[in-house]
């Protein structure tokens, strides 16, 4: 569930983590879960269908979004703009950010957005996860968005892993070179927690990881997502 502590702000506990007040009652998981698969939804995917007008870079207006959700569906009568700050600050891998009353996803979109997140401190090496059988064809041809606007990368291997895993049996780890795409001028951007984002990874910058992952490393990844 998600709590306010007054001296610290929005936690997901039943106490603040830094104080150990109970703190005020914002949501229940299922209220937190319902309101953060549609929030996702609509920032990334499906704005027009709820005629939520969206600008060039993801924003939208925080309290017309709330008003249409609370008018558009019943689950959601409670729903006041606190309830979404709490949401967008205590969301672990930082899918939202919040600013000057609008709010945006950081990462994940169908819709064409023209994203203006952080270039700094990117990794040498960030990593994308694949199949056997797609392999082949990225290390050749490159990796360009499918069913998103931008190409997503990890910032670890271990995060690709898990990644992967959600996708595949057998997922086949890709390294890039982030370090020779940006001395070529290209374009790379930190999204969510340990989220990357680009317009495309060239054949040039990919290369097999020197690691991948086991049987058993793919299988307690899918039984520990069962048990959340």
Known sequence: MIREC??????????CP???????????????????KTTAGVLRHFHDKYSIEMDDRGWIDMEHFVKVLRNRQKRFHWLRKYHVKALVATDEKNRYQYEDGYIRATYGHSVEVDLDLPTDDIPDKLYAPTTEKESELLLEGGIRPSDRTYVHLSGNYDSAVEAGAYRSDQPVILTVDAEAMIEDGKKIMEAGKGVYLTEEVEPEYLELSDEQPSDEEVEEIKEDEEDD
């Open 6 to 15: 007054e001296e610290h702000g929005y936690y997901r506990a039943e106490e």
């Open 18 to 36: 830094e104080c150990g007040e109970r703190g005020k009652f914002i949501m229940s998981d299922e209220e937190s879960v319902n309101l953060g």
